[in-house]
Nanobody, 122 residues
Framework: QVQLVESGGGLVQTGGSLRLSCAAS????????MGWFRQAPGKERRFVAA????????YSGDSVEGRFTISRDNAKNTVDLQMNSLKPEDTAVYYC???????????????WGKGTQVTVSS
């Protein structure tokens, strides 16, 4: 009942920045926790950041704390991920996801986008 579409991925040099955006349709995001996950080829999909429906509660994974910031605009049904000080190990497909709970577990998220590629050159 919720469709999520990511955008904003691309190629960036080490130390650069990108801003990813997730657009929702079918339902509003007002009462969903939103999360970002990422997956590199041959590796598991891992948690990046999450934000509560009100925007008042956020959590970031240890590997991105201090570099990535998640935000949301419920009026526009969008969720963004600002990525700064990018490193080659940040290279992955980044996925937007939604859940009615708040948490970092992949299994908690019931709606998923198809992902956007982020490549950080070394």
């Amino acid at each position: 009942q919720v469709q999520l579409v990511e955008s904003g991925g691309g190629l960036v040099q080490t130390g650069g920045s990108l801003r990813l955006s997730c657009a929702a349709s079918g339902r509003t995001l007002s009462r969903y926790t939103m999360g970002w996950f990422r997956q590199a080829p041959g590796k598991e999909r891992r948690f990046v950041a999450a934000i509560s429906w009100s925007g008042g509660r956020t959590y970031s994974g240890d590997s991105v704390e201090g570099r990535f910031t998640i935000s949301r605009d419920n009026a526009k049904n969008t969720v963004d991920l600002q990525m700064n000080s990018l490193k080659p190990e940040d290279t992955a497909v980044y996925y937007c996801a939604a859940t009615s709970l708040f948490g970092t577990r992949l299994q908690m998220y019931e709606y998923w986008g198809k992902g956007t590629q982020v490549t950080v050159s070394s």
